[in-house]
């Protein structure tokens, strides 16, 4: 399995819970819509420590599975509508897990 997690920082006039909601619904709802993506998960709530706004967790069966969910259409939708238009910074960290 691989594990595939992404935190973003928000443009500041984007920084509210509407945008952190879309953010959530949009990449949450691709669950069961993309081949070998086992669990996603978006956090929006965060301690005053954070210096990050938008966490996603997600996990697939394989690294070509998260290849796949990189160019597949639903994602590509919801990122490009609801993700990259409001971050100003993006981190990603991507591993194997047993």
Request: glycine fraction near 8%.
């Amino acid at each position: 399995m691989v594990k595939h997690i992404i935190l973003w920082k928000l443009k500041e006039e984007y920084n509210n819970d509407e945008i952190k909601q879309g953010i959530k619904t949009g990449l949450e709802g691709l669950k069961g819509k993309i081949p070998g993506l086992l669990e996603i998960k978006v956090q929006t709530e965060k301690l005053e420590s954070s210096n990050s706004d938008v966490m996603l967790y997600s996990v697939f069966e394989s690294e070509e599975a998260l290849k796949g969910y990189a160019v597949n259409p639903f994602h590509v939708e919801v990122a490009n509508g609801k993700v990259r238009h409001f971050t100003q910074t993006r981190l990603c960290m991507d591993f194997y897990v047993e």
